[in-house]
């Protein structure tokens, strides 16, 4: 989940995000993929946007869908953005990245993340730019979801930033977590976490190489 900064603090300096991937490490340096010392909820499904936690997706194929309808669906331009974001920074990790023409919403395999665009009639909890929550949880795995939902604000949310602010939300909906969660506890804008930065106006676009890791690990 992502703040958005203030526009009443849009005068004031920032930091500035250098597009300069991280030097690779044979481990990760962090653990902020759930669960960790500091962050354990058990993942449970919800419809309830506030009552979400960060899960793990169920496996390492992932299946997503693109909204279709109205409200919360996304144009065509967005769509294509979200493929690029998805190719370039998760299709290279261990994780399989496929497209669900058919999307499955309810049973034991439904379509892992399903994105949105947010409308007035599919809100986001107020002062948040993009928001991930679980539908519905693998009743057997403590720390995993069956489905999960990305919603972005509209317009152009998955544009902008080349896609920093999908690539964050993609991140909560396979594990990844903020700095605060992190173990050990770090400051959100810490540059090692790439797009899952928080805290900050302009995200990245890319994953560091810290959570790439720690995707592989996991899946």
Known sequence: MLRSLLAALSTVTVLAVVAVQTPAYATHEVDSMVPTTTYHPICLGTTDLL????????????????????????????????????????????????????????????????????????????????WTWCNDDVSTEAYACDQQYVRIQSPDGYRI??????????????????????????????????????EIYELPYYLGSDQVHQINNTY
């Open 51 to 130: 009552s979400g936690m960060v899960c793990q997706t169920d496996n390492a194929n992932v299946y997503w869908y693109a909204d279709s309808n109205d409200p919360g669906e996304l144009e065509d331009n967005d769509v294509a953005s979200l493929e690029n974001m998805l190719s370039t920074q998760y299709a290279p990790t261990d994780l399989a990245i496929y497209y669900d023409g058919s999307p499955v919403f309810s049973g034991t395999a439904q379509t892992d993340i399903v994105y949105q665009e947010s409308e007035d009639a599919l809100p986001l909890p107020s002062g948040y730019r993009g």
């Open 161 to 198: 930033f080349g896609g920093g602010l999908a690539c964050h939300e993609t991140g909560h909906a396979v594990g990844l977590l903020h700095g605060a969660q992190a173990y050990p506890v770090l400051p959100s804008t810490d540059g090692r976490f790439g797009c899952m930065m928080n």
